[in-house]
């Protein structure tokens, strides 16, 4: 009888393609997995009320939000990781004078410290979740925050990133940088969850293509880069599979023999 394992995906790029669509051959894969008693989760950098919807589709009730800074666990929040909010309140104040604008983002809500920019517009858009940031410049004041976002053009993040020790800054977009607890990284988020769950090294699968999946992929044992991924990704990963766009998910399952 098969050993069980789990398998923790990336979202954008991993299980969704470039127009944010779930590959049928990634649903059923998915399905197949559980069917077989493996257990699946979530690892993005994306916030639990923009993926609610995916998860429901696909039946997961434990996931890594934020980067590793918010775990849940069928459906029980195990770990958070808060930014340091007196950190946050100056870097705030150095980025108005920059002109950068910045959202702020808990478990529920983002709220952004400007009514509208197109930087913000351009890089939530591609998202394709729906919703944008509505404007509360305070949103950041007296609550745990898990990641912000600042909005400037590549270069720029690095004059934050020499001031803001507590913080660790990865771009995603051309426009946008995820701010992050220091050393914070979905491979912490998953330290977490296998913790609780008793899963041994060698049980242990990650698929992600993204600059924030670089942690995880060399953390966990079994780790594989989508065809779609940066080479700098593919060469932090055990083994590469195919693009999202050519069913990656269910190949990369077969090479691992998760699934027939």
Same mark, same amino acid.
């Given at each position: 009888?098969?050993?069980?394992?789990?398998?923790?995906?990336?979202?954008?790029?991993?299980?969704?393609?470039?127009?944010?669509?779930?590959?049928?051959? #990634?649903?059923? +894969?998915? &399905?197949?997995?559980?069917? /077989?008693?493996? *257990?699946?989760? $979530?690892? #993005?950098?994306? +916030?639990? &009320?923009?993926?609610?919807? /995916?998860?429901? *589709?696909?039946? $997961?009730?434990?996931?890594?939000?934020?980067?590793?800074?918010?775990?849940?666990?069928n459906d029980e929040v195990i770990y958070t990781?808060?930014?340091?909010?007196?950190?946050?309140?100056?870097?705030?104040?150095?980025?108005?004078?920059?002109?950068?604008?910045?959202?702020?983002?808990?478990?529920?809500?983002?709220?952004?410290?400007?009514?509208?920019?197109?930087?913000?517009e351009e890089s939530i858009g591609t998202l394709k979740i729906g919703m944008e940031p509505t404007h509360d410049p305070d949103y950041h004041v007296d609550r745990p925050l898990y990641q912000s976002l600042l909005f400037c053009e590549r270069g720029e993040e690095e004059q934050y990133r020499e001031t803001f020790k507590d913080f660790d800054f990865i771009r995603w977009h051309s426009y946008s940088v995820d701010i992050l607890p220091r050393g914070g990284s979905k491979a912490q988020g998953i330290a977490?969850?296998?913790?609780?769950?008793?899963?041994?090294?060698?049980?242990?699968?990650?698929?992600?293509?993204?600059?924030?999946?670089?942690e995880m992929l060399t953390a966990v044992e079994n780790s594989f880069a989508m065809g779609n991924a940066l080479d700098e990704v593919k060469k932090s990963a055990k083994f590469v599979t195919k693009s999202v766009e050519e069913d990656g998910i269910l190949h990369g399952l077969k090479m691992a023999g998760l699934i027939e």
């Open positions: 009888m098969m050993e069980k394992s789990i398998i923790f995906f990336d979202i954008d790029g991993t299980l969704l393609n470039h127009d944010k669509k779930l590959p049928a051959s #990634t649903k059923q +894969a998915i &399905f197949k997995l559980q069917e /077989l008693g493996h *257990e699946v989760a $979530i690892a #993005t950098g994306r +916030a639990p &009320f923009m993926y609610e919807d /995916l998860r429901k *589709e696909l039946g $997961i009730r434990s996931f890594i939000s934020y980067n590793g800074q918010y775990v849940v666990l990781n808060p930014l340091n909010a007196d950190a946050l309140k100056k870097l705030t104040a150095t980025a108005v004078e920059n002109e950068h604008p910045v959202v702020y983002m808990d478990h529920k809500d983002m709220k952004a410290n400007v009514r509208q920019h197109a930087y913000i977490r969850m296998v913790e609780q769950l008793g899963y041994p090294p060698a049980r242990q699968y990650a698929f992600g293509d993204g600059l924030n999946d670089i």
